[in-house]
């Protein structure tokens, strides 16, 4: 069985400043993980992902995301929060045995001006 | 341009009324999902499908159906005994193999009065 959390339904940053969205996630198996962000009323669009190989993985719009296996984490991180990166993110967990992934219940991150 | 159409946006119906929900995919993909989302509550899967003419239950499948008598398509049906209805609406779809990242469509809010 496999399990995502998300830490902290609301998330609120000022322009510029850090964002960190936090993930743990619960695998027997070596997972795949993803997040994606989903603006209103519109669909989820992939964010980045993690496989196998390279632990610090870079996606669009300047976010990028740590797997960490001893903390089982994968935290998503930019630098500087933009107003446009305000929306819903969710992180997801997946393994190699079932193309069902479990979503997290998701994290809304509101930026200040 | 590859991607996942859900039509319509929006949806209004009385209570006791039957409505299908369309979701069209051009991405050659095997898989196919539909999810029920509620504020705070997440992604719920309702309905998946591997191949045509197969599907299985999610976590919430009481008072739906689909189909999938093609690839391309796996419309839902929202029947007269869901009792709380109202809820937006998302189809995915993914390969089968690799990751399974899915691709989202943009949704269809259903308003049930």
């Known amino acids: 069985a496999q399990s995502v959390t998300q830490l902290g339904s609301h998330v609120s940053v000022s322009e510029g400043a850090l964002v960190l969205l936090r993930c743990n996630y619960s695998?027997?198996?070596?997972?795949?993980l993803f997040w994606y962000v989903q603006y209103p009323n519109q669909g989820l669009q992939l964010l980045l992902k993690?496989?196998?190989?390279?632990?610090l993985v870079k996606g669009i719009n300047g976010f990028e995301a740590e797997f960490k296996k001893s903390e089982t984490s994968f935290h998503l991180t930019k630098p500087s929060a933009h107003m446009s990166d305000a929306a819903e993110y969710f992180c997801?967990?997946?393994?190699?045995?079932?193309?069902?992934?479990?979503f997290g219940r998701g994290t809304s991150l509101i930026v200040h001006p | 341009d590859g991607g996942i159409t859900q039509s319509p946006k929006y949806l209004f119906r009385k209570e006791g009324q039957n409505v299908t929900l369309s979701c069209e995919q051009n991405?050659?993909?095997?898989?196919m999902y539909w999810y029920r989302q509620d504020p705070g509550q997440g992604l719920r899967l309702i309905y998946y499908?591997?191949?045509?003419?197969?599907?299985q239950k999610g976590d919430i499948a009481e008072g739906y159906s689909v189909s999938r008598e093609k690839k391309e398509s796996f419309p839902l049906t929202v029947t007269s005994a869901q009792k709380n209805p109202t809820a937006f609406y998302l189809c995915?779809?993914?390969?089968?193999?690799?990751?399974?990242?899915?691709?989202f469509g943009p949704g269809t809010r259903l308003t049930v009065t």
């Open positions: 995915a779809s993914s390969l089968i193999g690799g990751s399974y990242e899915q691709y």
């Open positions: 695998s027997s198996v070596p997972p795949y």
């Open positions: 993690y496989t196998t190989g390279a632990t």
């Open positions: 997801a967990v997946g393994t190699g045995g079932s193309y069902i992934p479990t």
């Open positions: 991405l050659n993909h095997d898989a």
């Open positions: 499908s591997q191949i045509v003419n197969d599907f």
